[in-house]
């Protein structure tokens, strides 16, 4: 646990994985496709922690797409409702124990979503604004494991928020 977590009462959490499952199960096929992967357990069971991986239709800028984003997932059975956590630094101390599952996860979810989705153009941005260059190397990540599908970086910039986006159409098509 991360030393922030401790300070705000985050308990240690167990992992439920020790390798990068082969396979997902795809909710929301036709709708919101959506992969979440279990990852953490609090010590005492009542918290857990997952990876949700979406692939939801939408429209950027007048173009239908499907838009590509990741979440951890805490939900706390005495609260009852799950938090969705974009921001790393909030999520670190609900990960620490699978940390190094969590890209991994996020590029195997991607290539499962857009296996079964098939879509013409991804859109993609990051949640913070003017993120660090090293905060982006999870995007780079992402945007290879696309690009190994047949996928080509069409659109790459920065939107009047400070968020970069990317824009990727299938063999570099539109």
């Not at 992969?35 to 939801?56: F, H, N």
């Not at 939900?75 to 409702?81: P, R």
């Not at 990051?126 to 996928?151: D, F, S, W």
Request: net charge negative; charged share 20%.
């Amino acid at each position: 646990m991360t030393p922030a977590a401790a300070q705000v009462g985050v308990p240690m959490f167990e992992p439920l994985l020790d390798t990068i499952p082969s396979e997902f199960d795809i909710d929301g096929i036709g709708g919101r496709p959506t992969v979440t992967i279990p990852l953490a357990v609090s010590k005492d069971g009542y918290q857990w922690v997952a990876l949700e991986v979406r692939l939801w239709p939408c429209h950027w800028r007048g173009v239908a797409c499907h838009e590509f984003k990741f979440a951890i997932i805490h939900f706390d059975h005495e609260v009852g409702e799950p938090a969705v956590i974009f921001d790393r630094n909030m999520a670190a101390g609900y990960i620490e124990s699978v940390r190094r599952f969590v890209m991994p996860l996020v590029c195997a979810a991607a290539r499962s979503l857009i296996d079964a989705v098939q879509p013409d153009v991804i859109y993609r941005a990051t949640y913070v604004c003017r993120p660090a260059q090293n905060a982006l190397a999870k995007h780079h990540m992402v945007t290879e494991a696309i690009e190994n599908l047949g996928y080509k970086t069409a659109q790459s910039e920065t939107d009047g928020h400070g968020r970069v986006f990317w824009v990727m159409t299938r063999n570099g098509d539109k």
